[in-house]
């Protein structure tokens, strides 16, 4: 079976993710993207108040509270949409328990890294490079597929 033919809770490989519709790619850029900009904003601001443990917790607890949330409506009946098909919105909370682990992971990645890199240089060319990097990185699946299409 092609990846993209699996269904949401049947995903079982990490190379499963690169089979997403290109909007639920870009909207997990923009979550990145969003993140890494916070995180530039309130590094130098609050980094006596903040460590960057705790705000890794912060932005994890705000990306899976409505994964949680929406987990409680999930009955036997619930359908189960392919990775192909799957809607950024309304299909979120079905993945496999795995999936929010890698993804907040990459994550918690990102958010150190930023951390780190504004620490070090608090510059706005700073954080136009780890966005640049970031979008590139987290895009990515969606850029492969896009250059490595073959012709029929």
Known sequence: MHPSQ???NEMNRLSD???F???V????TINILLTITLTWFLQPRYSQVFAPI???AIVLTLNLLPVVLLRRTITPATPYCTLA???FIHDQHKFSDWVYLAA???MAFWILISWTAFTISPIPSTLATA????AVATFSPVLVRTFTRKEV
């Open 104 to 106: 907040s992971a990459n």
């Open 17 to 19: 993710m690169a089979h």
């Open 6 to 8: 699996k269904k949401l």
């Open 131 to 134: 966005l640049a990097i970031a």
């Open 25 to 28: 790619n870009a909207g997990a």
């Open 21 to 23: 519709p290109a909007v």
């Open 85 to 87: 098909q799957m809607d």
């Open 54 to 56: 705790l705000w890794v």
